[in-house]
Each structure stands twice: as structure tokens, then as C-alpha cells.
């Protein structure tokens, strides 16, 4: 794998044991030389290939140091990274034990598509209806054609079709009406920003995929 060490795919946690944000493989590994973060070494359920049956809970987690980390072995299916003297295992999932706070980011001053649908959970916010990806889109509640403003305080989520068919119209033209008051936009924390996993270790401490294991 080539510039392992630039490749953003290791969890970071806080004491907490809550997933914060995403290290790259040579930002963890400096952390975990000079103590600032442990390492998970996780043992799975192995199939009959010598392979991490998918959908299991791990076997055991244990977070360990850096004296320890460079001693554990590769195995067949770790990712590894190589110097002229070691080969050692790329940790997945780190830990700051310093650091027990959850990180917030504060919604950007102009609206996104993505955002306005996280702000909304998803939902048509004319008909309560819980869109799948495609079926939705901004609406700006009074239309920039209109002399509406494309701020936080006028744009919601909206099923597309009703979005095409309202045009440039209000609310009380289209015969529409808000199931609820526009809400001002949380902060996001870090947890909600990591959308998927990116290596089955992750999955363990993630709270959207965790109960998805048996």
C-alpha cells in the first residue's frame, strides 16, 4: 500500500472509549511512541480461511502501549506498515485517555443540502415523511425569487416532487404548511460526522453500526 503513513483510516477515541475524529496511520503511530494515545488490539472470530467473520462481536479488546504494540504479531489479515528493521501492525482504533471530552463543530453560516437534511432528520417538513437518499431536496421556505434568502431561518427539508410543484410559489399559495417551526441548527458532534466505517474495527465503537453485531 502505497503512503500508508499519509492514509486517513484510524479511529480515534477518548477515554470515554467515544469515537472523536479520524488520524491519519503516521499521526497515531507518533502518538502512540510518545504516549499520547494506546492502541486496540482486537482478536476476532476467525472463518475457515483464517478471515474476521463479518458481523460478529470481537473476542476480546484490549488497549495496549506502544512496548507492547510492537511486539504483538501480524496476522495474515492485518495491515502492516514496514521499515528497514520492523514490520508492525497499523492500529485501527486508538484511545486518548487524556482527553475526555466530545468535540462540537458549529453548522456553516450558509446551508447545505447535507446539512439542512441532518438538521431535519431526514424528514419532508411539509408531510412528516421519511425521505430515502434521492427522494429529497432543499426547499427555501419563501423563494429567493421572491426576495427569500438562502439562511438557515428559510430553507427545510423537502420532498422533491412537492419542491418541483410549489416552484415559486409561498407556502400559503401552494397550500402547504410546516409541520413544525424552522429549528435553529445544533452544534454537530464529532460521532455524527464519521459516517461509516472504514476497517471492521471501527465498528465495535461506533454507535451507529455497534448494535448491528451479534
Same mark, same amino acid.
Given at each position: ?8 483510516f484510524?479511529? $480515534?477515541?477518548?477515554k ?53 504494540w ?8 492485518d ?21 475526555d471530552?466530545?468535540p ?13 437534511q ?10 412528516? $415523511? ?8 432543499v ?21 422533491r ?35 461509516r ?10 454507535r451507529?453500526?455497534s448494535s448491528?453485531?451479534?
Open positions: 500500500m502505497k503512503n500508508i503513513a499519509d492514509a486517513h484510524v479511529l $480515534k477515541l477518548n470515554l472509549w467515544q469515537e472523536i475524529g479520524v488520524a491519519s496511520v503516521g499521526k497515531s503511530l507518533v502518538d502512540l511512541v510518545t504516549g499520547v494515545v494506546e492502541a486496540m488490539n482486537i482478536d476476532w472470530e476467525l472463518d475457515d480461511e483464517g478471515v474476521p467473520v463479518e458481523g460478529k462481536k470481537p473476542i476480546y479488546v484490549e488497549p495496549v502501549t506502544w512496548d507492547r510492537v511486539n504483538l504479531p501480524v496476522r495474515p489479515y495491515i502492516s506498515i514496514r521499515s528497514t528493521k520492523m514490520e508492525i501492525r497499523v492500529p485501527m482504533v486508538v484511545i486518548a485517555y487524556g482527553y471530552k466530545m462540537k463543530t458549529n453548522p456553516k453560516k450558509v446551508p447545505t443540502n447535507q446539512s439542512v441532518h438538521r431535519d432528520g431526514g424528514r419532508c417538513q411539509y408531510t412528516g $415523511k421519511l425521505l430515502s437518499p434521492g427522494e429529497g431536496n426547499d427555501h421556505v419563501i423563494p429567493l425569487g421572491r426576495g427569500g434568502r438562502n439562511t438557515w431561518d428559510n430553507v427545510v427539508w423537502s420532498e416532487n412537492l419542491n418541483l410543484v410549489k416552484g415559486d410559489k409561498l407556502n400559503k399559495e401552494a397550500g402547504l404548511k410546516l409541520i413544525r417551526p424552522i429549528q435553529k441548527p445544533k452544534p454537530i458532534e464529532a460521532w455524527e460526522k464519521i459516517k466505517p472504514k476497517h471492521r474495527d471501527w465498528v465495535p465503537f461506533m451507529k453500526f448491528r453485531l451479534q
